[in-house]
């Protein structure tokens, strides 16, 4: 199972990025899915989740009403949609799948999901 992780750059503050993910040699559409990130010095955190059918979804209160994930199975891709972006969302993003699904974001770490992409570099300019 792989996942590519794309869609990383520079932005100033206030501007949009959607980063996708793609997942090859496994059957997408049946794993959830989630995008964490990490910026430098700091921990790997969670950012957003949707469940294997697309109709739930949990954000992380950070980015609540700023950030949405989606995801197209026909594709076996995953998006998330940044908007009114903030120095403080420069970070590594990683999109990761195939775990549980918790409504309430504090339940998400590291250890939820079993496959990772790469990550894509976002930076935002101030």
């Known amino acids: 199972v792989q996942l590519q992780a794309s869609g990383g750059g520079l932005v100033q503050a206030g501007g949009s990025l959607r980063l996708s993910c793609t997942a090859s040699g496994t059957i997408f559409s049946g794993y959830n899915m989630g995008w964490f990130r990490q910026a430098p010095g700091k921990q790997r955190e969670f950012v957003a989740a949707?469940?294997?059918?697309?109709?739930?979804?949990t954000y992380a209160e950070s980015v609540k009403g700023r950030f949405t994930i989606s995801r197209d199975n026909d594709k076996n891709t995953g998006y998330l949609q940044m908007n009114a972006l903030k120095p403080e969302d420069t970070a590594v993003y990683f999109c990761s799948a195939r775990g549980d699904y918790y409504s309430e974001s504090t339940h998400y770490s590291t250890s939820t999901f079993r496959y990772w992409g790469q990550g894509t570099l976002v930076t935002v300019s101030s």
């Open positions: 949707i469940k294997w059918s697309g109709r739930d979804t």
